[in-house]
């Protein structure tokens, strides 16, 4: 069960209300279990956010299936789509940090994160991010924050040595939106891991997000001499289409690559299959896995929505919800203090989109990297990426 909170209306009253109506619903002890869950359902995040929502209600709508928590408490999801809207989400967090639930979860972006945890954390309360990939957040926010993805300096490596290794790119032009955190984190990483592999950085031009002049630029790369062995766009989703289409139009063939922000259907659907070809990215899980877990995922999205999960988001946002449930379950507790123990103890815990454990570093998983190509509109499994279990800090 869960409820989608109209932030625009959102109000202390409000969330007093729906605690008193839940509490009710399920009477004392038995009383549910909140988890608040932002997400920009609509707006330019949808494509990430609305299938990370989607995901999120999904997993509490199985534990409660599975006879919930606690000796039967039901886990309630308190939604809320803060419209891709920097200032609603931070507004809309101030106002529910003080409601009586024992974590949240949510959002595919690291600026959305960075507007809405840290209410979370001056309160005590843990925030898991689904999507969001930038390693600096859990220091820059604090221990409250985890990630339930792996990190951009994880993610640039897998696609700069796959690159480098695979595709025996040694010059690539850097496409940079300058507009968001998780962009120009993930470009500053490939930058790095390119570099420290032998490969160089001909020319790097950075963007904003929405204005769609790729055209341009694309036919400033096919006049390079001499020419570069690839693309690496670190964009949103809302731009990866046109920057296929448009790369493609140009006349040109060589591989493009990008991180999980090209994990979206306007990779295939903007381009057409025709086009889209030679596209290679970084992502959290891969639909074809035959694996146990990934199918049972699958069915169960499928079932409950009456389609196929759109991208890995969707995953992460269950995973986000399982790891909560899980750490709820380990604490014996609702005390967030509690629950922020044991979730910053999670060893091994088995989520849709990898294996999750925050012994490496604090708050950040160390997990596999899928890297997938789409191939005349086909997402196909091109190598999986395994990190490296070592100890590493970061700002």
């Not at 399920?26 to 929502?53: L, Q, R, W």
């Not at 999507?131 to 957040?137: H, I």
């Not at 409250?144 to 025996?168: H, N």
Request: aromatic share 10%; glycine share 10%; net charge neutral.
């Amino acid at each position: 069960m869960s409820y989608l909170i109209s932030t625009a209306l959102l109000t202390c009253c409000a969330l007093v209300a729906f605690m008193a109506s839940a509490a009710v619903s399920y009477g004392g002890d038995k009383a549910p279990v909140i988890i608040g869950a932002f997400y920009n359902v609509t707006g330019g995040m949808g494509s990430i956010d609305g299938p990370g929502m989607e995901g999120a209600k999904l997993a509490a709508k199985i534990a409660n299936a599975r006879g919930g928590i606690l000796g039967g408490r039901k886990v309630e999801i308190m939604a809320f789509d803060t419209k891709t809207d920097l200032k609603l989400a931070s507004s809309s967090a101030a106002t529910a940090s003080r409601a009586a639930m024992t974590a949240a979860v949510g959002y595919g972006d690291s600026d959305f994160v960075l507007a809405a945890a840290p209410h979370f954390q001056a309160r005590g309360i843990p925030f898991v991010t689904s999507g969001a990939t930038d390693p600096t957040l859990p220091g820059r926010i604090g221990s409250r924050l985890f990630l339930a993805a792996f990190g951009d300096d994880d993610q640039a490596s897998a696609v700069a040595e796959y690159g480098y290794q695979r595709l025996k790119a040694r010059r690539i032009v850097l496409w940079t939106d300058r507009s968001t955190d998780f962009t120009r984190t993930l470009s500053r990483f490939f930058k790095e891991r390119f570099i420290l592999l032998g490969g160089k950085i001909v020319e790097e031009i950075s963007f904003t997000s929405g204005d769609g002049k790729f055209k341009d630029l694309a036919l400033k790369l096919k006049s390079l001499h001499p020419k570069a062995d690839g693309l690496f766009a670190a964009s949103l989703p809302g731009d990866a289409g046109t920057i296929i289409r448009q790369v493609r139009e140009a006349g040109l063939s060589l591989p493009i690559l990008s991180g999980d922000g090209f994990d979206t259907e306007f990779a295939v659907s903007v381009p057409g299959p025709k086009l889209a070809n030679q596209v290679f990215f970084s992502t959290h899980m891969y639909r074809g896995d035959r694996s146990r877990r990934t199918q049972d995922f699958i069915q169960s999205y499928r079932s409950e929505y009456n389609k196929e999960p759109e991208s890995a988001f969707a995953a992460l946002g269950f995973d986000a919800v399982g790891l909560v449930i899980d750490a709820i379950s380990r604490a014996d507790s609702t005390e967030t203090r509690l629950v922020a123990e044991a979730l910053a103890n999670t060893y091994g815990y088995e989520g849709v989109t990898g294996t999750i454990s925050y012994v490496r570093r604090p708050g950040i998983p160390a997990k596999d990297v899928s890297i997938l190509e789409i191939k005349n509109g086909v997402y196909e499994l091109a190598d999986v990426w395994k990190p490296l279990y070592r100890s590493t800090s970061l700002p």
